[in-house]
């Protein structure tokens, strides 16, 4: 490890106005001591009127951002950094903006051959416009029962909700649709639930072990998601060799159609016949006290603080 | 072990060598990443993260009018006095001031307490206050005093989310008391009771904010008081007294408190965090004789003592400032922005929405058309940059989903205005939607919703 001196000052943000906002100041509270720890220079910041300032009046500092949902990972603000000639970490503002949008994200993936949910994706203008009875029941015949349904934009399970029947299908959607004007809504597949993260750091890709996720509850929602003991995790997951190299392999995959570096997180559902189906992939992953990147991080053998500095020194030196 | 596994077949990686030995499996890491949860009291387990409750993060941000919380406005108090009236404090009384004290509260504090209850009629000797740390600690102590896993307590519909945690921490059920205009419906709460007991249920004691209640903004009229207070003396049921708004009157005399009417039946509890200030945690609980021992005792179980230097604090700001004059201004300052609210609300709000016309406290409750679901609205609500609490707080059975809490305390009127002008948009999508899907009545939620933290504007 570098002497502290040689080490860039690092700007981690996080906080922001998204849905999100408390998971990301946990995340960014975390990257931000690790970082410290490892010697650098941190300052923490919200993302607000000010932030433009912040990052002229460090010329040299590496931006780490850690906000989740919109702005933060949608691209927005990774566009900003670009326009402005901003060092930071991570994905560039166009894989963002594919990656954060399900219903463009998941489209992109199935195209490069991964197998993804049967999907919908529409906005609340069209239910008014065509008359929502129908294509509710249109939606229903299609992808069958039960079915998930989420807002296009979001993350941390945010408005998502596992529908039994045509009943339960309205007040779903408009929940999703307080998340955002898209919803998607998937067939639900059954099954084992994985995260595997990718590293791309310094020319070399490493695949993390995958975490597999067992809440107590039987959903993974917020509160299995954020409180410590609600949910186990078992890094490595409990699966055969061939499953977990396809596992691997379907998150390599979705980390490359959608150009993504630096670190990043894909969801999955192995089904029963140990087939693994793409959910979702994350270029802010969280890194909270409960989450899964600093599950599989551990597994691995890594150290948070090192990992976040690899990247920030690729970052100093791109 | 440093690095795990290289994905074989990928284009980037440059350690890719075959043949090579199979990567050594890691040793599996198997956790709920918190080694003691099986380890928690039974109590322990409704503990949980909410999405809800998480959507507040954003509400003390300027960009968004945050109508949910509770908090006083505190800028207008005089700084200079309480920073001189510190100062002296600190010179004069400092050792004191700064030392452990009784577990029942300094004397000269519990003197000044019964001078303030004297304001809404209450007759009271120092020896009968128990000093806690705000009126919540109060609320906790009368709890654990009284309740055991499994009992009643009976409490109006909606009531403070604050005391609903509480409850709930002590494995407590709440059965809710309907309440009109005139406060909680005392032929409800004989049913409730009844009804209880006849289940083999004990209720240990009635919880009721009479003044300006939060969330509901209801007050007990003098009658209905005398009707509650007959009620439970024919039942046999202690009264809970929660009376932190009592002195912030916007538009009459403060009315009598219960305890005024009734020493023996009506354990009272009060607070300093609206008439002055919340930070120093100073509340009180006035109890009769044994329920008073009892209390100190459990305070000092839990505290050893309420903190001595707040109470000094206190106590100097009411012998050095015209604290009662204080109070007339902070009500000044409270009626704007009330009626800034219930302007707003009147001009903004959609068609088939009703709210209630506060006399004082803090809060407007509103009931949104059928259908809505102020729960699932408050993310739309966040977008917009406007944040309420949802009723379904308010509830212990999972009702409130068509009622939202508004708080006028925090925001100026300009602000106010904004903010119900915003969230009457929100509410005009929402109601969009809702007629787009057809959906019928508000639905009903599983358990306790989180309120806001205290430190939410």
């Known amino acids: ?318 | 072990m440093g690095t795990w596994y290289f994905a074989g077949n990928v284009r980037q990686s440059r350690r890719v060598s075959l043949p090579q030995p199979p990567a050594p499996r890691p040793e599996r890491h198997d956790t709920r990443l918190d080694r003691y949860v099986e380890q928690y009291a039974d109590r322990t387990h409704t503990m949980q993260a909410s999405a809800v409750r998480a959507l507040f993060a954003v509400a003390n941000r300027p960009e968004v009018v945050s109508l949910a919380g509770g908090m006083p406005n505190i800028t207008d108090l005089p700084l200079n006095v309480v920073a001189d009236s510190l100062q002296n404090l600190i010179m004069t009384e400092g050792t004191k001031a700064m030392q452990y004290g009784s577990g029942q509260g300094e004397p000269m504090i519990r003197e000044q307490i019964c001078e303030v209850m004297g304001l809404e009629g209450i007759v009271a000797h120092p020896d009968d206050v128990v000093v806690t740390c705000g009126s919540q600690q109060a609320l906790d102590l009368v709890t654990r005093i009284f309740c055991n896993p499994g009992d009643v307590v009976i409490a109006e519909a909606p009531s403070y989310v604050g005391a609903l945690t509480t409850f709930r921490s002590y494995q407590v059920e709440v059965v809710h008391v309907t309440m009109d205009d005139d406060g909680i419906r005392t032929d409800a709460l004989a049913q409730a009771v009844t009804a209880c007991r006849a289940a083999g249920k004990n209720p240990k004691f009635l919880y009721t904010i009479p003044n300006f209640s939060n969330p509901s903004g209801i007050s007990q009229t003098a009658d209905r008081r005398r009707e509650v207070l007959q009620t439970c003396l024919d039942l046999d049921l202690l009264v809970v007294e929660d009376n932190p708004y009592g002195l912030l009157s916007l538009d009459a005399e403060p009315l009598p408190a219960l305890r005024s009417m009734e020493d023996e039946q009506v354990l009272y509890l009060g607070s300093f965090s609206k008439t002055f200030a919340p930070g120093f945690r100073i509340g009180w609980a006035l109890a009769p004789h044994a329920v008073r021992e009892k209390l100190t005792l459990a305070q000092e179980a839990a505290t050893l003592c309420p903190p001595v230097f707040s109470q000094y604090a206190v106590s100097s700001y009411l012998r050095d400032h015209d604290w009662q004059n204080q109070i007339v201004s902070f009500k000044d300052m409270y009626r704007a922005r009330r009626d800034a609210m219930l302007e707003a609300l009147e001009e903004y709000m959609p068609e088939g929405t009703t709210w209630t016309n506060p006399a004082g406290g803090f809060f407007v409750w509103v009931t949104m058309p059928e259908g809505l679901d102020s729960q699932s609205m408050l993310p739309r609500a966040v977008t917009d940059r406007v944040a309420y609490t949802p009723g379904t707080a308010f509830y212990a059975d999972g009702l409130g989903s068509r009622n939202l809490r508004l708080s006028f305390c925090y925001p100026p009127p300009d602000r106010i205005r904004e903010g119900v002008r915003r969230l009457a948009e929100v509410m005009r999508r929402e109601l969009d939607l809702h007629h787009t899907f057809g959906l019928g009545t508000s639905p009903r939620h599983d358990g306790l919703t989180s309120g806001p933290g205290p430190e939410v504007s």
Request: aromatic letters at 4%; charged letters at 20%.
């Open chain 1, 1 to 318: 490890m570098s002497s502290s001196a040689s080490l860039p000052k690092v700007i981690v943000l996080a906080g922001g106005l998204s849905h999100e906002r408390d998971v990301s100041l946990r995340s960014g509270r975390r990257v931000a001591q690790a970082l410290r720890v490892v010697g650098h220079e941190v300052i923490e910041s919200d993302v607000s009127a000010d932030v433009v300032e912040l990052l002229r009046s460090h010329p040299d500092a590496v931006v780490f951002p850690l906000l989740h949902g919109e702005v933060g990972e949608d691209g927005a603000l990774r566009e900003v950094f670009e326009l402005l000639e901003v060092t930071f970490v991570g994905s560039s503002a166009a894989a963002s903006r594919v990656t954060f949008d399900k219903s463009i994200c998941t489209k992109v993936v199935a195209h490069a051959g991964v197998k993804t949910p049967r999907q919908v994706a529409l906005p609340h203008e069209i239910f008014r416009e065509l008359g929502a009875k129908a294509l509710v029941e249109g939606m229903g015949a299609r992808l069958g029962f039960p079915m998930m349904v989420k807002p296009a934009r979001s993350g941390s399970a945010l408005g998502c909700t596992k529908v039994d029947d045509l009943a339960g299908l309205p007040a779903a959607m408009v929940a999703a649709y307080a998340y955002g004007s898209v919803a998607v809504v998937e067939e639900f597949i059954e099954g084992t639930e994985v995260a595997v993260a990718v590293l791309d750091v310094d020319g070399e890709r490493q695949v993390l072990p995958a975490v597999e996720i067992r809440p107590e509850s039987g959903v993974y929602d917020y509160a299995a998601r954020y409180t410590a003991g609600a949910t186990r995790f078992v890094t490595p997951a409990e699966l055969d060799d061939e499953v977990t190299a396809a596992a691997e392999s379907l998150a390599v995959q979705a980390v490359e159609a959608l150009g993504l570096c630096g670190l990043s997180r894909v969801d999955m559902i192995i089904t029963a016949e140990g087939e693994p189906v793409f959910l979702e992939a994350n270029v802010a992953p969280g890194m909270t006290e409960t989450s899964l990147v600093p599950l599989a991080m551990d597994a691995a053998g890594l150290d948070l603080g090192e990992v976040c500095s690899r990247l920030v020194l690729e970052a100093a030196a791109r």
